[in-house]
């Protein structure tokens, strides 16, 4: 197995912070699994030690009634090492 490693210089660094929180949202057909795949996401944040707060967005119906569009479902979690009060307003990231 090869590995590579690159040493950060100060400029580079100073070009790329790291942000202090970060929002993503899970989106999907009802029956997708979003709130699945949030809540194991949400599971490993919190095992890592970072502060977070979710927002689960699950459809009208469950199932859509026949013939009929599915309904959306999505999970929202902002997670960083700052101390989080939201769910947040934006994301950073969404999934699909």
Same mark, same amino acid.
């Given at each position: 197995?090869?590995?590579?490693?690159?040493?950060?210089?100060?400029?580079?660094?100073?070009?790329?912070?790291?942000?202090?929180?970060?929002?993503?949202?899970?989106?999907?057909?009802?029956?997708?699994?979003? +709130?699945?795949?949030? !809540?194991?996401?949400?599971?490993? #944040? *919190?095992?890592? $030690?970072?502060?977070?707060? &979710?927002?689960?967005?699950?459809?009208?119906?469950?199932?859509?009634?026949?013939?009929?569009?599915?309904?959306?479902?999505?999970? +929202?979690?902002?997670? !960083?090492?700052?101390?989080?009060? #939201? *769910?947040?307003? $934006?994301?950073?990231?969404? &999934?699909?």
């Amino acid at each position: 197995m090869a590995t590579a490693a690159h040493q950060l210089t100060p400029e580079e660094a100073s070009a790329n912070p790291v942000p202090e929180a970060i929002v993503v949202r899970f989106a999907g057909d009802s029956g997708d699994g979003m +709130q699945l795949t949030g !809540g194991q996401f949400t599971l490993s #944040t *919190a095992l890592a $030690g970072n502060d977070l707060a &979710t927002f689960p967005d699950f459809p009208a119906e469950i199932r859509a009634p026949q013939g009929t569009l599915f309904g959306v479902s999505a999970f +929202q979690i902002n997670f !960083g090492s700052a101390r989080i009060d #939201t *769910a947040g307003t $934006g994301f950073s990231s969404t &999934t699909s």
